[in-house]
């Protein structure tokens, strides 16, 4: 329990805990994905060493790793599920795997003097292949071939699960055609003991790059030993290079002429001599050793390293328990870091989405108004007939008196169209000016078309609170800020 508290770092919607890897670049870390509703799945999380979170080129490589691998959609290819950034590190989240490298497999069959069975070596190889020719022929959004090389393909980049399946992992110095972060003309990347003479003269890559290094991993995972190995980096490349090489029955007595025959058409130093594909590589591996069943290969990786993944599988149950006990406390950490997530996300994978404007009752300005209510327009009607009345009650006062005023007021009446033009007064105009009050008791009077219209009080628009929410690109809920208070 004290590991796992030790290890134990949310990331957003994630949670970090024990690494089960360790690599130059990179540590890989056992995860959980802290969903709603008690919603969890296990994942592998790649943490790019501290040190190079902070150099423009490891970033560049990292990222391009997330969305190269994001554009592969291949069953012997880990999924790439997200990238996080937060606190100057960067994370890639993949999908977990429970097996072990085909490194580590070969180890373990080292250190027991053993040599791994052909057919689960078949098996794994071909898995691989497929993976490859996957990446070789992914596409960008646009239809556009990406035109992929791995250029690091070696047992320490193959993971071997337990459901017998072979993965592809780690595009971080992948080459595509259009890679965002171009390779500096003449440096070498990857494995010098997995490249191929082109990879190592740092001429033009293509797909049979890959094919090169596939046929060194096949070799080496019949014959149990490493085809290029020396302290001195240079002398491995000459080896790459100029080394003369002996077909894997040399070795390991029993494998087939024409298995022999694959392995040397893959390590062909011209690459026009190579398989042109990895799928052609691998339906050749098919058709020379038959490869075992996914639950031979299964049975087989937990044979081999069966008490790492049950220290693994324990570590596991520890963090699912430990999830269960302090639900209460994992919950609010999930919650606040989900929202904080949703901006830590790098940049460069997504565009930046656009907050909607503050004002998200404008739309309603453009609607039609309702119209008002019976009771309002009750309302209004009896106030008008009030103003009216008492107009013509002054007017009627004013008249009565007799005054010579009375023609130069403009007093509105239901029966005149207009006011009287200014003339000389006389008797005439006395009674069209001014209607009999009896007239307006039984209905209320309409103010005349001439007659300066009630001013109604203008009300605010109404605000829209079903729901009390918007939505943005990213699915975060903004509350609308005059629906809080309701």
């Not at 025959?261 to 398989?275: H, K, N, S, T, Y």
């Not at 039609?368 to 007017?395: Q, Y």
């Not at 009077?445 to 609170?465: E, F, T």
């Amino acid at each position: 329990m004290s590991e796992i508290r030790r290890e134990r770092r949310v990331l957003g919607r994630y949670l970090l805990a024990d690494a089960i890897a360790a690599g130059g670049m990179a540590t890989i870390h056992l995860g959980r994905l802290l969903g709603p509703v008690g919603f969890a799945r296990t994942v592998a999380i790649k943490r790019l060493h501290p040190q190079f979170a902070k150099d423009p080129e490891f970033v560049a490589a990292f990222l391009d790793e997330a969305r190269l691998a994001a554009r592969i959609h291949h069953p012997n290819v880990a999924q790439t599920l997200d990238v996080v950034a937060t606190d100057g590190e960067l994370f890639l989240v993949m999908e977990y795997v429970s097996g072990e490298s085909l490194s580590q497999l070969l180890k373990r069959l080292r250190k027991r003097d053993s040599t791994m069975p052909s057919s689960i070596a078949s098996a794994v190889v071909t898995n691989a292949l497929y993976g490859l020719h996957a990446a070789h022929e992914a596409k960008s959004e646009d239809g556009e071939p990406l035109r992929i090389v791995h250029r690091d393909v070696s047992p320490h980049n193959i993971l071997v699960g337990v459901d017998g399946a072979a993965r592809v992992v780690d595009f971080g110095i992948a080459k595509a055609a259009k890679r965002s972060k171009e390779t500096e003309v003449g440096r070498i990347k990857g494995k010098i003991a997995y490249m191929s003479p082109e990879q190592v003269k740092s001429q033009p890559l293509d797909r049979r790059s890959d094919v090169f290094s596939a046929g060194i991993v096949l070799w080496e995972t019949l014959t149990g030993r490493r085809l290029f190995e020396d302290t001195d980096p240079f002398l491995v490349m000459s080896q790459v290079l100029e080394a003369p090489l002996s077909p894997p029955s040399r070795l390991v007595p029993g494998i087939s002429p024409e298995l022999d025959a694959v392995v040397m058409r893959a390590l062909a130093r011209d690459r026009e001599a190579r398989f042109q594909t990895a799928r052609e590589m691998a339906i050749a591996i098919e058709h020379a050793l038959p490869p075992a069943l996914g639950r031979q290969v299964g049975d087989w990786v937990e044979a081999t390293v069966g008490d790492e993944l049950e220290r693994r599988g324990q570590a596991l149950e520890r963090l699912q328990r430990e999830e269960g006990s302090e639900s209460g406390s994992v919950a609010p950490a999930e919650s606040e870091a989900t929202a904080d997530y949703q901006h830590s996300v790098v940049a460069e994978l997504a565009p930046p989405v656009r907050e909607p404007p503050t004002e998200v009752t404008t739309p309603m300005r453009v609607e039609p108004v309702p119209a008002p209510k019976r009771a309002t327009f009750n309302a209004l009607v009896g106030i008008a007939a009030g103003v009216v009345l008492f107009t013509l009650l002054v007017v009627a006062a004013i008249t009565t008196r007799g005054g010579d005023e009375a023609p130069a007021v403009a007093a509105p009446s239901p029966t005149a169209p207009s006011a009287p033009p200014p003339v000389e007064p006389n008797a005439s105009a006395e009674p069209t000016a001014v209607a009999p009050p009896p007239s307006i008791e039984p209905t209320p009077p309409k103010p005349a078309p001439s007659s300066k219209p009630v001013v109604r009080p203008s009300k605010p628009p109404k605000i829209d609170c079903n729901p009390p929410y918007w939505v943005d690109a990213e699915g975060i809920k903004h509350y609308k800020k005059d629906c809080k208070l309701r």
